[in-house]
């Protein structure tokens, strides 16, 4: 039962992970896209990679903000849609909303789109869900809704991602606007039986773009924000000192560093990704994750004493010294199976000891008892 939980737990953690990870992916490849083709023609393009237009329950994944004449609204989807009256009531709204400028400003271009990136696997499923409201009139918006399925291709040779615009909903792009030789309504046009597809690969300027964009718009997994904390944002915390400890492996013991949530994220979102809208309950439930792998623990409301060290050691006891997987993804695995045995393996009021301060040494996970796998 204890293993049989573990490795759902696991499963789990890392799935959302890797959504998350996706999704990061999706916004930056039109990041990339759209930066690259529309830049330099348009004097006002702004792509907004943290869109604030509305509520957090309506904002959208991004935008794209061409000239008073045009912009798109992009959504990203990796599932079905659950509750889709809530969903088609949050485009309708989307379809009036203005989009920031170039100059700070918010504006509804004369013409706005509404493009929906479905991953490939759920595309059936969400395009038919949300044509079945487009014709009971439902969903009748002054936006054009543009259904694009995902996938990524070629792992080994040229990794990129390849969007493709589905038949299951007929609209295109209305982008007049747009250079004739680089409307995005000819690039994913329909030849013969098949549509013409955008593929953006994996290369340097993608990964310039996601190093300074490691969130979207949407709350991450904890894990996925705990791997992005550890590393590359506590390291902004150390002293001089302490950095020069932590580079030459002087601390094999781990430094210790006492942060606070909302330090954590003004660091985020001001200097790191700014712009972002990383708000404290995602970091404090990142850091709670954290304590449950043993390497912090809460000393007051908001604030956690983190032991930063090299995870070598730990890497070993898992049978994970080497790997395919990118440095973040081989984190992920490494904190997951941590806290996942950890979670599946002792009570709640010990769990609760892992994360309240003064109540347990985080070093000793040993002799506890096994917890009521209420969850998993």
Same mark, same amino acid.
């Given at each position: 039962?204890?293993?049989?939980?573990?490795?759902?737990?696991?499963?789990?953690?890392?799935?959302?992970?890797?959504?998350?990870? +996706?999704?990061? !992916?999706?916004?930056?490849?039109?990041?990339?896209?759209l930066?690259?083709?529309?830049?330099y023609?348009?004097?006002s393009?702004?792509?907004?990679?943290?869109?604030?237009?509305l509520d957090?329950?309506?904002?959208?994944?991004?935008?794209?903000?061409?000239? !008073?004449e045009?912009?798109?609204?992009?959504? *990203?989807?990796?599932?079905r849609?659950?509750?889709? !009256?809530?969903?088609?009531?949050r485009?309708?709204?989307?379809s009036?909303?203005?989009l920031?400028?170039?100059?700070?400003r918010d504006? +509804?271009?004369?013409t706005?789109?509404?493009a929906?990136?479905? !991953?490939?696997d759920?595309v059936?499923?969400?395009?038919?869900?949300?044509?079945?409201?487009?014709?009971a009139?439902?969903?009748?918006?002054?936006?054009?809704?543009?259904?694009l399925?995902f $996938?990524?291709?070629? +792992?080994?040779?040229?990794?990129?991602?390849?969007?493709?615009?589905?038949?299951?909903l007929?609209?295109?792009?209305?982008?007049?606007?747009?250079?004739?030789?680089r409307?995005?309504?000819?690039?994913?046009?329909?030849q013969?039986? %098949?549509?013409e597809? @955008?593929? @953006?690969? *994996?290369?340097? $300027?993608f990964s310039?773009?996601?190093?300074?964009?490691? @969130?979207?718009?949407?709350?991450p997994?904890?894990?996925y924000?705990a791997?992005?904390?550890?590393?590359?944002?506590?390291?902004? /915390?150390?002293?001089?000192?302490?950095?020069?400890?932590w580079?030459?492996? =002087?601390?094999?013991?781990?430094?210790?560093?006492?942060?606070?949530?909302?330090?954590?994220?003004?660091?985020?979102?001001?200097?790191?990704?700014p712009g972002?809208?990383?708000?404290d309950?995602?970091? @404090?439930?990142a850091? %709670?994750?954290?304590?449950?792998?043993?390497v912090?623990?809460?000393?007051?409301?908001?604030?956690?004493?983190?032991?930063?060290?090299?995870?070598?050691?730990k890497?070993?006891?898992y049978?994970?010294?080497? =790997?395919a997987r990118?440095?973040v993804?081989?984190?992920?695995?490494l904190?997951?199976?941590?806290?996942?045995?950890?979670?599946?393996?002792? =009570? +709640?009021?010990?769990?609760?000891?892992?994360?309240?301060?003064?109540?347990? $040494?985080s070093n000793?996970l040993?002799?506890?008892?096994?917890?009521?796998?209420?969850? /998993?």
């Amino acid at each position: 039962m204890t293993e049989r939980g573990f490795k759902r737990c696991v499963r789990s953690a890392v799935r959302e992970f890797d959504r998350y990870d +996706r999704d990061v !992916d999706v916004v930056t490849c039109w990041e990339v896209f759209l930066s690259d083709q529309y830049g330099y023609h348009f004097r006002s393009f702004n792509f907004d990679r943290f869109p604030n237009i509305l509520d957090e329950r309506v904002n959208p994944s991004f935008t794209a903000y061409f000239n !008073d004449e045009y912009g798109i609204v992009f959504e *990203t989807y990796h599932d079905r849609i659950a509750k889709i !009256d809530e969903e088609v009531s949050r485009l309708k709204k989307l379809s009036n909303c203005e989009l920031a400028t170039d100059r700070g400003r918010d504006r +509804r271009p004369e013409t706005l789109d509404i493009a929906l990136l479905v !991953d490939a696997d759920e595309v059936q499923t969400v395009g038919h869900s949300l044509k079945e409201e487009i014709e009971a009139g439902n969903l009748d918006c002054d936006s054009n809704i543009i259904l694009l399925d995902f $996938d990524f291709i070629g +792992r080994n040779d040229r990794p990129r991602y390849r969007f493709r615009r589905s038949s299951i909903l007929e609209d295109n792009f209305e982008d007049a606007a747009l250079p004739g030789g680089r409307k995005l309504s000819n690039k994913l046009s329909q030849q013969g039986q %098949e549509f013409e597809n @955008i593929q @953006i690969p *994996t290369n340097e $300027d993608f990964s310039e773009f996601k190093a300074t964009g490691m @969130i979207t718009n949407k709350a991450p997994s904890e894990l996925y924000l705990a791997c992005r904390l550890w590393n590359g944002v506590f390291i902004e /915390f150390l002293s001089d000192d302490e950095l020069e400890a932590w580079k030459t492996g =002087s601390s094999r013991g781990g430094i210790d560093k006492i942060v606070e949530a909302s330090e954590i994220r003004e660091k985020i979102n001001q200097e790191l990704i700014p712009g972002a809208n990383v708000d404290d309950k995602w970091v @404090i439930d990142a850091l %709670e994750y954290l304590a449950i792998c043993g390497v912090a623990e809460k000393s007051g409301d908001g604030e956690f004493n983190i032991e930063f060290k090299n995870l070598r050691d730990k890497k070993r006891e898992y049978n994970d010294t080497s =790997s395919a997987r990118s440095k973040v993804s081989d984190l992920a695995w490494l904190l997951s199976e941590w806290h996942c045995e950890n979670r599946t393996q002792k =009570s +709640r009021e010990e769990l609760a000891e892992f994360i309240a301060a003064d109540s347990v $040494d985080s070093n000793s996970l040993d002799g506890l008892g096994k917890a009521e796998l209420t969850d /998993f």
